[in-house]
């Protein structure tokens, strides 16, 4: 792992919007250009920044995982700079939950649009040095190149003067103690973050913006984008770093009550003159329990979807035999055993004798570690009363390399 330095500068990426103009059948930073999202695009303009920022993107609710998987496939080792945070029903309630993600380091902080998905990284460095030189809000903007009319219907009621006029982008940048204030006195919609700080009486100033900012709203706009990565020369590509797969951690239990007939089976040993175990198979409460552990962890059902009575060749079948058939599944399913833990309660037979023998037994089937403890309940309940056996297991899965 490659150790960032703590960063100063965050952006706000919001990507909760819904591109209802855009005609797409979910929303546009979920929409595809060529072969990658408008977020994927928009991500790679952030990283490819030479200097790290927190990133905190702002997704519609059902699609954090999506964004997150954006981020994975994008970020390469920035990947850990990165958080999804759950949009809400306006922009700027979507920006205001981005700000709560802020972690307690950053002083400066940057609002960018998904939508802006072609924005050059040199525009981010411009904004971010604006807001440090003059602690000012800071937008990027491009001047107006068309000829502006007020009309008054469909009758043209005046030439408007544009020397005075600038289209705004984003990111907008400012001093993050600033914009949050801002944010907690606003009591009223603005359309983007420079009006809401200039509403709290804050000054906000301007850069030079990029025309490849523009801002993806329509089907032409994405067909422009399209035409813009035909003709650009290849990015450079960031290194990507494989996903992280941890550990798996399931939880078995089992219960088998005591019967007359037959010969114990517990921890995959014989018990002679011992009560047996009632239950379809041998009743082996540790081996089931196990068992249970480890496709939960796996997160392949349970010893019902597996063993149960629509599996007639496990009728009677001994413990060793359902662990043997688990391995297996937990091993198809790209895991490795890393250890198994498994606590006996049980009042007879008595346990601590054969202990090391039953995690020998165990261990051998499972190709893993397997430690086995037993306690009496002191006399309570239906294991105290010798009515039964229970058993609790824990079992730990590492990713198959």
């Known amino acids: 792992m490659t150790l960032l330095p703590v960063p100063r500068t965050a952006v706000v990426i919001v990507a909760a919007g819904s591109g209802t103009r855009l005609g797409a059948d979910r929303p546009k930073a979920f929409v595809g250009v060529d072969d990658e999202t408008v977020l994927a695009h928009a991500l790679r303009g952030v990283v490819a920044v030479e200097t790290p920022m927190q990133i905190v993107i702002v997704a519609p609710a059902g699609l954090e995982g999506e964004a997150r998987a954006e981020a994975e496939r994008t970020a390469g080792e920035r990947i850990d700079l990165v958080s999804v945070v759950l949009g809400g029903p306006t922009r700027q309630a979507s920006v205001a939950a981005g700000l709560a993600a802020l972690w307690a380091d950053i002083e400066v902080v940057l609002v960018h649009d998904a939508a802006r998905a072609l924005t050059p990284p040199d525009v981010f460095d411009r904004v971010v040095a604006a807001v440090d030189e003059t602690g000012w809000g800071i937008i990027p903007v491009l001047p107006v190149v ?71 709203t329509t089907p032409e706009d994405l067909d422009r984008a399209r035409r813009v990565l035909a003709d650009r020369e290849p990015a450079p590509i960031v290194p990507s770093r494989p996903a992280l797969i941890l550990p798996r951690v399931g939880v078995g239990t ?48 349970d010893i019902g979807t597996h063993f149960g009575t629509s599996r007639p060749e496990f009728a009677g079948a001994h413990g060793s035999a359902f ?14 055993i890393g250890n198994v833990s498994v ?28 430690s086995v403890s037993a306690t009496t309940t002191d006399g309570l309940g239906f294991v105290g009363a010798s009515e039964g056996v229970q058993a609790f297991a824990v079992a730990l899965l590492i990713a198959a390399r």
């Open 146 to 216: 068309d000829t502006l009319k007020r009309v008054n219907g469909d009758r043209v009621a005046a030439a408007v003067d544009r020397a005075d006029l600038v289209a705004a982008q984003t990111p907008q940048g400012f001093r993050r103690d600033v914009l949050a204030t801002a944010y907690a006195a606003a009591d009223a919609e603005h359309t983007d973050d420079a009006a809401l700080l200039q509403a709290a009486g804050h000054q906000v100033g301007t850069v030079a913006g990029s025309p490849l900012s523009f801002k993806i």
């Open 254 to 301: 089992d219960v088998h009550a005591f019967t007359a007939a037959g010969t114990l089976w517990l921890a995959g040993l014989e018990w002679p003159r011992q009560s047996a175990l009632e239950g379809h198979s041998d009743g082996d409460a540790v081996a089931h329990a196990i068992v249970d552990a480890l496709l939960s962890a796996a997160g392949l059902g």
């Open 323 to 336: 662990l043997a058939e688990t391995r297996r599944l937990v091993e198809e399913a790209g895991w490795t």
């Open 343 to 370: 606590q006996v309660q049980a009042a007879r037979p008595k346990f601590s004798p054969r202990r090391a023998e039953a995690e020998a037994a165990l261990s051998a089937v499972l190709g893993a570690p397997v």
